[in-house]
Structures are given as C-alpha cells and as structure tokens.
C-alpha cells in the first residue's frame, strides 16, 4: 500500500473533514457576532464526494478521521452519512467535534455505530449566562444536558475549552473538578486568530504554562504518558476519574509529530491550520478525475505540508491569519 508520508517522514494516519460551514451557535472566538457569510450550497461537498476522498484516503494509510463543522449536526443527514462511512472497512475511528445544542435525539443512533468512537463537546463555561455571552445564543440547558447524556453513553467523551482571557480563566479549575467523578477528558485550548477578524486584543497570555501553573495552584496533578502524534498534552489529578489536557494551539508545539491534514466542508485541503489551503479537491473531483488520480493528487500534496504553524503561516499568500474556524473546519 502506498503511503502518504511528507517530506519531514511523517506518515498521515488522521484527517479532519468539515461536513458544513453552518453553525447554530456565534462563539465570540470562531465568529464575529453577525456571522459569516456562508457558501452556497452547491459549493459544499456532497456526502458522496466526501465519502469517496475518505475511501481513497484509507487506502492511503489513514485509519481515523473526524467529523466537524461548523456544527455537523446542523447539515441534513449528517447521521445516515456517519453510517455510509462506517461501512469503509479500512477506517479504525470515526471521531466527531460537536457543540452539543442539536446532539441529544441522535445519541443512541450513533451509540450502534462501532466505528464512532470519541465525541468532543466544546462548552466553554459552565455558568449559563457566561455561556450565553460567549456563544451569544440562550442554549446551555441543552448543551449541558447533552453532556450528562453523552458521559452516561458507550462513546468517550472529551470537553473542548477554549481559554479565553477576560471570559472564563476563572472557571479553569471548575472544569477540573468535573474530572473527580465523571469519566470524561477536560482539554484546554489555547485562544487562536481564527474568529473572523483576527488575533484580539488581550490582557493576559493564557498559554500552556500559564494553564498549567493554574491547575496547579489548587491540584496536585502528574502527566500522562501520551502517542506522540497526539494534540495536547495530558494529565491527571490523583484519584480522580478522568483526565485532564492543554493544546498547545496557538503555540505550537505539537508540530513536530504531526500526522493530520485537514478538508474544509467545501473540498479545500489544508495541511495544516494555519496555511491558506493547498488544493481545491472539489473542483479535481468535479473536472473528471479518478480514484487513482485523487491518490496521486494526495501523494504529492502531502509533500508540502510545512514543518509547523508558524512555517504554515508565514508562507501563506492570502493575509494574515483572520478566518473563521466555522469556515475552516473546528
């Protein structure tokens, strides 16, 4: 099997695919309050476009792929789509990124799918009116609801937070204390310029160390070993049931290991975050091209991706880094 592996000997095991650009929820930090001005429909793949660059990409080597948006559940079909590709007998792992507000009537649908294993729910407080003010929409009863849902199920759960100065710094080591008796992830995110506008103006740089050294004044916590491909670094506090990690997004020092590309939901290939997009799939796709091409197309595309964000992002050639993360794929 041919593989797909980048100039620096990394081997691609992980795509991250946006299934729409829509969103029911306007989080301050992926969007600005009016929202974004979304593509027309027949500019989006199609769940058959989708799942054909997924089957050519197993047989390229990558066993997990996750599923985001915008917000996919707001996409029609977006479960019969997950059961189209679980039917891919080369993927291991079918993740999905969620804000919970739609999730709750499709629990046990997605429950008897084997092949979807983690959700990751992003609720960036746990005080309804903070939440409200973030997501500038009146939705946490059911996003919470959602989450002792989810915890209860078969499927792993993880918390998105996003650290944000000035909003919810204080309510770090509340998010911890879910980890004592519940057997759920927490993963704090470091605030990145994808919002719409770019990188805003901040009072404290809420980074790794500093997210650490704040779980540290109130818990005696100890890392967990993790793959070296993995996102963030974890760890836990002793006794309690789950676990704890920090993504070093904006900082970026998870580079070096990393085996992910990503398809925005209207075909573009990113290799990473924080470049501009390498190649329009959808348009290849549109214009004839085969299975074998798309294969060929991917071989060589991989060969660009940079050896990190900050080489990604000086090498872009449409501005500054300011799009929305709707747009992008969260």
């Known amino acids: 099997m041919q593989q797909l592996i980048d100039s620096f000997g990394r081997q691609i095991t992980y795509v991250r695919l946006a299934v729409t650009d829509r969103c029911n929820l306007r989080c301050q930090y ?27 990409l197993t047989e390229l080597g990558v066993t997990k792929v996750r599923l985001t948006g915008g917000e996919p559940f707001v996409r029609k079909d977006f ?17 999905i990124t969620t ?8 629990i046990k649908s997605i429950e008897g799918l084997k ?24 939705v946490f009863s059911e996003v919470y609801s959602a989450l002792e849902l989810l915890e209860k199920s078969s499927l792993n759960l993880k918390l998105n937070v996003v650290v944000q100065s000035g909003f ?20 704090f995110i470091e605030e990145m310029p994808f919002n719409g506008s770019g990188q805003r103006e901040i009072g404290e740089n809420w980074n790794l160390k500093r997210i650490l050294e704040e ?34 997004a904006f900082t970026r020092t998870i580079c070096n290991d990393c085996n992910r590309i990503r398809i925005t939901s209207t075909g573009m290939l990113k ?17 004839g091209a ?31 880094v300011s799009e929305s993360m709707s747009t992008i794929g969260g």
């Open 79 to 95: 479960v019969n789509f997950l059961e189209m590709l679980s039917f891919n007998d080369l993927l291991n792992t079918i993740n």
């Open 30 to 56: 992926c969007m600005p309050a009016h929202g974004i001005d979304i593509v027309p429909r027949k500019e989006l793949l199609t769940y058959k476009e989708m799942y054909r660059i997924i089957r050519v």
């Open 271 to 287: 290799n990473c975050l924080f470049d501009d997009g390498v190649f329009s799939i959808r348009d290849f796709i549109r214009k």
């Open 168 to 187: 919810n710094t204080n309510e770090i080591n509340d998010f911890v204390k879910l980890t004592e008796d519940k057997n759920i992830v927490v993963r």
């Open 99 to 106: 804000n919970g507000a739609l999730i709750k009537k499709h």
């Open 290 to 320: 085969s299975n074998n091409d798309l294969k060929q197309l991917f071989l060589s595309l991989v060969k660009q991706k940079p050896k990190n964000g900050f080489i990604a992002e000086a090498n872009r050639t449409n501005g500054n």
């Open 215 to 248: 779980i540290q004044s109130e818990f005696k916590i100890y890392e967990v070993p993790t793959k070296k491909s993995s996102t963030s670094r974890n760890f836990q506090v002793e006794n309690f049931k789950g676990s704890v990690g920090i993504i070093p």
């Open 115 to 138: 092949k979807v294993k983690n959700i990751n729910l992003s609720i960036d407080s746990l005080y309804e009116d903070k939440f409200n003010q973030i997501t500038r929409r009146n």
